[in-house]
């Protein structure tokens, strides 16, 4: 639990499902001192204190030996081959239910890499055994029905639970940043993610670069991750280093969407991109690569946001200025948000417990 989109996602589903009258707990290989205040009052928190997730089976083992759950939800892959690994290794079979929030080369890496070719041996068994997958948008439904064994029935789409009121009220929350207490300074594009080659921070990057060249702006990339130092080059060799800002990663992100003029999403694929949904529910314009995943689904095709190909700066850098120009109205944006809320998605989960068994279909 270290801050990104997954654990927000976890989160909110646990929460709702504690208001819903469930016991939640939610296990974590390790928990990040500062994330402790970030799980819902009434969800009890486990941390393994395990450094890896091959380190965590053991320390798994005896949670399920004390706790002894009914229903465990796993996520993401590996987690999910441990679940399914060690359950019926004790008092009795659990019912497992993997959630795939990622669109992961582990599925349909390249093919002839010891590594990939490791992975599915032992990652691929772990979706096929489960009692039901989740996934999280239609094209990972997709993704996953092109694995050999997996029968289309059991993989069902449900949304990641994105909005909900709270949205708002962490987006109230004062930021004391220059750039966003200067009444009548330049535009402000925001950027949320981890630092990783996957979420195309190098193309933004590039991007900016030749929208600043017709317009002042300013670009803010909240988020952590091993492309920092390669990123931090890239921005002193194209003369942004007064313009560009990466402090890191950002607790309460919201309160610096709400005030950005844009959100920009440059990934090279996403299942279902949280930060979308998050701007647009604050009423704050987008623009996304249309890359694979569910970034197109969550945008109504572009209704909802500019859409542009994946690793194209000069199309970012347009579609990022157009919006500047031209922002969508607020309202349509807050609309969309809401098909993805947590109460919906809360709603789906139940529904599912109950077709697959995991609780009385009378309750």
């Known amino acids: 639990m270290a801050g990104g989109g997954s654990e927000r996602s976890t989160n909110r589903l646990a929460g709702e499902l504690v208001g819903r009258g469930y016991q939640v707990d939610v296990v974590a290989n390790s928990v990040r001192r500062d994330m402790v205040d970030e799980v819902p009052a009434g969800v009890r928190l486990f941390d393994l204190e395990a450094g890896g997730t091959a380190k965590a089976i053991l320390p798994y083992i005896r949670y399920l030996w004390r706790e002894n759950p009914d229903i465990v939800i796993a996520c ?12 019926g290794t004790l008092t009795r079979r659990r019912t497992i239910i993997v959630v795939q929030r990622t669109f992961e080369q582990v599925l349909h890496g390249p093919q002839g890499r010891p590594r990939y070719a490791l992975l599915q041996k032992v990652v691929l068994p772990a979706y096929r055994r489960a009692a039901a997958i989740i996934a999280v948008s239609h094209a990972t439904r997709q993704q996953l029905l092109g694995i050999p064994g997996i029968r289309p029935e059991r993989v069902h789409v449900i949304h990641n639970p994105i909005w909900s009121p709270a949205l708002a009220e962490r987006a109230r929350e004062p930021v004391s940043h220059p ?170 989960v139940e529904r599912l417990f109950r077709e697959i068994g995991a609780v009385d279909r009378t309750a």
């Open 76 to 87: 993401p892959s590996s987690v999910a081959f441990v679940a399914v690994l060690v359950n």
């Open 179 to 348: 750039w966003f207490v200067q009444a009548g300074g330049p535009p402000v594009i925001l950027a949320v993610g981890r630092l990783a080659p996957e979420k195309g921070v190098d193309v933004l990057l590039r991007a900016f670069a030749l929208l600043r060249r017709e317009r002042d702006a300013r670009l803010l990339v909240l988020g952590e991750g091993p492309e920092r130092p390669a990123l931090e080059r890239l921005v002193a060799e194209l003369g942004l280093t007064d313009s560009v800002l990466m402090p890191g990663f950002e607790s309460n992100p919201f309160a610096y969407m709400a005030r950005s003029s844009v959100l920009v999403l440059p990934s090279r694929h996403e299942a279902l991109a949280n930060v979308l949904v998050e701007a647009m529910a604050l009423g704050v314009p987008v623009v996304a690569t249309d890359s694979p995943g569910g970034s197109s689904e969550i945008l109504d095709s572009g209704r909802c946001g500019r859409l542009v190909p994946v690793d194209d700066a000069e199309a970012l850098a347009l579609a990022m200025r157009q919006t500047l120009d031209a922002p969508l109205n607020p309202e349509l944006l807050k609309e969309r948000a809401r098909h993805f809320s947590a109460t919906n998605s809360v709603a789906a």
